[in-house]
């Protein structure tokens, strides 16, 4: 299990993260081993007398690359200075390290911060109208007026609400920059979600690590958007198998989405106070792209287009120096199809270009022809399409299509979902 984690990490980012383990963790030590440690012990890799001398071992490992091979360093790990085991907190850093360096390394979905009515108001609304709902949203809060959110005061208000029901170990980190974002990492098991505090634990539940799910909740500020992101390892072959023949399996599932409800409901409480009530409205925004999600609902200069509006995305200093000639080229006739294409989709060498992986349409009143029989004449019948798009860059492929020629894509009659500008990752239609 820890050896599978570390190895999603460069060799640099292990030996960073062993650097920061020597003060933060309990190593195993030629001074805190115990006596059957030390009769067990094979020596493949020899314990170091102190925390002094096992920090001073991994500077060495950074400042000379060379000298163990990343294998080496993991088996270092796992079969030496951390032989105990791996902690919760470590699992978690090393999750961290791996979202810094690779983008899309988790699939995230973008909820809305949306106000509701105070209860004053709810109470007049119900004496005026008692067929009304109670409880009403309101959508003419400005922006301005969303909740600042202080990562670690959410976390302890998160930890309060979800407690009673939910045992998770809890971790925050912060994104440098240019992400700029606090991250809430939980770590959910499925054999303890729904424990009682002080009850027994089976033995078969104590291994909960290898089927846990980790649910990160990250919190860009600035904006009423929350990103959220669950994943997990996936069950062994002998889960799979008894998942048909016993309860065991698909109790676990039934848990895991009781306790993504609990978690989703627990952020908009986590974050009202009296008279300023908060809910969570889905944005149709599905990614596995950060930057992307970020750049469509960031705290930056957030914005929702993509296509040929992602150029208004640009900083202002840069917005500032562009033209109307830089921004579409002199037309041309052997120019004329790659500006006919960038006015559609946007320029090609676009920084602010956000890369979507999926996109799901649903068409619900496409016309399909009925066959003719019996001499009646055919009829239009209304039908419902759906459209699946897939791949690393959905939309850039798209725009290569176009740039094949009219044959493959009409310019003239493409819909605005199809070069990007809606900036979602399904729409209806």
Request: aromatic share 6%.
């Amino acid at each position: 299990m820890a050896s599978k984690a570390l190895y999603k990490l460069s060799r640099d980012a292990i030996v960073d993260l062993a650097i920061q383990w020597t003060t933060s963790t309990n190593p195993y030590l030629a001074g805190n081993r115990g006596f059957d440690e030390a009769e067990e012990e094979d020596y493949l890799h020899a314990p170091a007398e102190d925390i002094g001398a096992l920090n001073d071992f991994w500077k060495n490992l950074k400042t000379d690359p060379d000298e163990l091979s990343k294998r080496d360093v993991i088996d270092r790990i796992v079969d030496g200075d951390w032989r105990r085991g791996l902690t919760l907190q470590q699992y978690a850093m090393i999750d961290m390290a791996h979202l810094e360096a690779n983008d899309t390394a988790l699939r995230w979905s973008a909820l809305k911060l949306v106000p509701l009515e105070s209860e004053d108001k709810q109470i007049a609304q119900d004496e005026g109208d008692r067929g009304r709902k109670r409880r009403k949203l309101s959508h003419d809060t400005s922006e301005a007026d969303y909740p600042h959110i202080s990562a670690p005061t959410f976390l302890a208000s998160l930890r309060s609400e979800i407690s009673p029901l939910v045992k998770a170990h809890y971790h925050l980190h912060r994104l440098p920059a240019p992400d700029d974002m606090s991250i809430i990492r939980l770590f959910i098991s499925t054999g303890t979600a729904f424990t009682p505090r002080g009850a027994r634990v089976p033995r078969r539940a104590r291994h909960a690590t290898d089927s846990g799910r980790v649910m990160y909740i990250a919190l860009p500020g600035g904006c009423p958007y929350i990103y959220v992101s669950v994943s997990g390892s996936k069950s062994s072959p002998r889960q799979s198998k008894g998942m048909h023949d016993s309860s065991g399996s698909l109790s676990a599932k039934l848990d895991l989405v009781a306790t993504k409800r609990i978690i989703l409901e627990a952020i908009p409480k986590a974050l009202s106070r009296a008279q300023q009530r908060w809910a969570l409205e889905p944005t149709k925004l599905t990614t596995k792209s950060l930057r992307t999600i970020r750049n469509l609902k960031g705290n930056g200069r957030p914005g929702t287009g993509g296509g040929a509006y992602s150029v208004y995305h640009l900083d202002a200093q840069v917005q500032a120096e562009k033209t109307t000639s830089q921004v579409l080229p002199p037309k041309s006739r052997i120019e004329a199809k790659s500006e006919d294409v960038e006015i559609r989709f946007g320029p090609e060498n676009n920084s602010q270009h956000c890369a979507l992986d999926h996109f799901h349409v649903t068409i619900q009143d496409a016309q399909k022809k009925s066959v003719e029989q019996d001499s009646r004449p055919a009829q239009d019948e209304s039908a419902q399409v759906n459209l699946n798009f897939s791949g690393s860059d959905v939309f850039h492929g798209l725009r290569q299509m176009a740039m094949m020629g009219s044959s493959y894509m009409n310019l003239s009659k493409v819909p605005c979902w199809m070069t990007g500008e809606m900036g979602v990752s399904s729409f209806k239609v």
